[in-house]
């Protein structure tokens, strides 16, 4: 299983935005069930203005639960 391009450049884009000290983390509602979400962001600006343009957010509980690796 290969990780596509577009999983790649949004990593790169959230470890400059880690490098640069422009993360953040936001606390937001999921748009389907308006559960909170702990949402982890990359921050810019435009002029005065701060741009979030978010990347996931944190599993909640245990995330070992949450996921399994890969089937070889």
């Given at each position: ?8 450049a949004?990593?790169?884009t ?59």
């Open positions: 299983m290969s990780i596509p391009d577009h999983a790649r949004n990593f790169q959230l470890l400059r935005a880690a490098a640069d000290g422009n993360l953040a983390l936001l606390e937001c509602a999921d748009a389907e069930t308006g559960a909170v979400r702990y949402v982890i962001c990359a921050v810019g600006r435009d002029d005065e203005e701060f741009l979030f343009t978010p990347f996931g957010h944190l599993a909640d509980g245990n995330s070992y639960d949450a996921y399994r690796p890969p089937e070889p």
